[in-house]
């Protein structure tokens, strides 16, 4: 926290780094790690902000408020405070229903309000220009892949039955009935497969949790949904199922898809704009499927079980260091 002179005094080029919300928020969570690879000092509160300072501040607007209007008005009033520079997750697009139109009017106001922004893939910058604004002022910086200690696949403990792993949030358009369905087809021709959900409901979506159960009774697929993984068990879950999938329909950045290319994983990963450019960015680290070949790629992965891991030795930047490279290249250009 911002608590002596010498914080306070900070050069103009690094910014501080304002984190909101619980440290147990993913968004929350990436900015203390990128503040502490940069070298940043950290706020916790506004007030803790000289006036007219750098400061840069990762925000999606659940975090701030849930009212989309409210949290814009918030970024507004923190950009006429400080020099404010941000980096825009959770990205508004038309998936998300009913609240799409006064996301996008929010982040519009955000981006309006800041002196530069950056999303983390031009899949999300594209989405800013086409619905939020057509501001120039965006840039991109990829998020990084934490790599872990290396492991060899036949060390993993393994379950009786193949498991099709499904990591993160519970929420509509993740992909997880998707994957229901595909077991069930799997069920059917002999493959005794499990689905596992290496997640809770996002808040809110409660009844997302209920509805999956209820569908995957009924299709006849056990599925187990372990609630938030510790951080400390988190490599050791996402290695020990047989088949890690990313089904997402709104995916427009995954830390769930880099957790999986961490843990030394190749996950099946659903066909889009922000999955192309990922495989262009780390090949060899994901094995795209449509919406018609789901069961052929999850049989050709029992199959072949070493298809779901990354060989020893595979390029999985950038990494944590040169996203903060990157930043302080950013912000040099900007705050410089």
């Known amino acids: 926290m911002l608590q002596s002179p010498a914080l306070r005094a900070h050069d103009h080029v690094t910014p501080h780094h304002l984190l909101l919300g619980p440290d147990t928020h993913g968004v929350t969570r ?11 000092p950290v706020a916790r509160h506004v007030d803790e902000l000289a006036p007219g300072a750098p400061v840069h501040l990762h925000v999606t607007d659940r975090l701030l408020s849930r009212d989309p209007a409210e949290a814009a008005s918030a970024v507004e009033l923190l950009a006429r405070r400080v020099t404010l520079t941000l980096t825009l997750h959770d990205v508004p697009q038309p998936t998300d ?24 893939s031009w899949h999300e910058h594209s989405l800013v220009g086409r619905w939020c604004s057509d501001d120039p002022r965006g840039s991109v910086i990829p998020l990084p892949v934490f ?7 036949d060390t993993i403990e393994r379950d009786v039955d193949p498991v099709l792993g499904v990591f993160g949030f519970v929420y509509p358009g993740k992909g997880h009935r998707q994957v229901v369905r595909a077991a069930a087809a799997l069920r059917r021709s002999g493959r005794s497969v499990q689905v596992r959900v290496l997640g809770g409901a996002a808040p809110g979506h409660d009844d997302e949790v209920e509805a999956l159960l209820r569908t995957s009774r009924a299709r006849g697929v056990p599925v187990d949904v372990t609630g938030r993984v510790r951080e400390d068990d988190l490599r050791r879950a996402l290695r020990r199922v047989t088949v890690p999938v990313v089904a997402h329909r709104n995916v427009s950045a995954s830390g769930s898809l880099n957790s999986w290319i961490a843990a030394g994983r190749r996950p099946l990963v659903r066909d889009g704009a922000y999955a192309r450019e990922m495989a262009e960015l780390r090949p060899g680290t994901t094995t795209i499927f449509d919406d018609g070949s789901l069961v052929p790629a999850l049989e050709a992965a029992l199959q072949s079980p070493a298809s779901t891991w990354t060989p020893p030795g595979t390029d999985l930047g950038p990494g944590l260091e040169d996203t903060a490279a990157a930043y302080r290249a950013w912000w040099l250009s900007v705050n410089g």
Request: proline share 7%; hydrophobic share 45%; aromatic share 10%.
């Open 147 to 153: 790599r872990g200690p290396a492991q060899e696949p």
């Open 97 to 120: 229903g009913p609240v799409f139109r006064a996301r996008a009017a929010a982040y519009g106001r955000m981006v309006r309000a800041t002196r530069a922004w950056v999303t983390n």
């Open 30 to 40: 990436y900015a203390g790690e990128v503040a502490g690879a940069a070298g940043a």
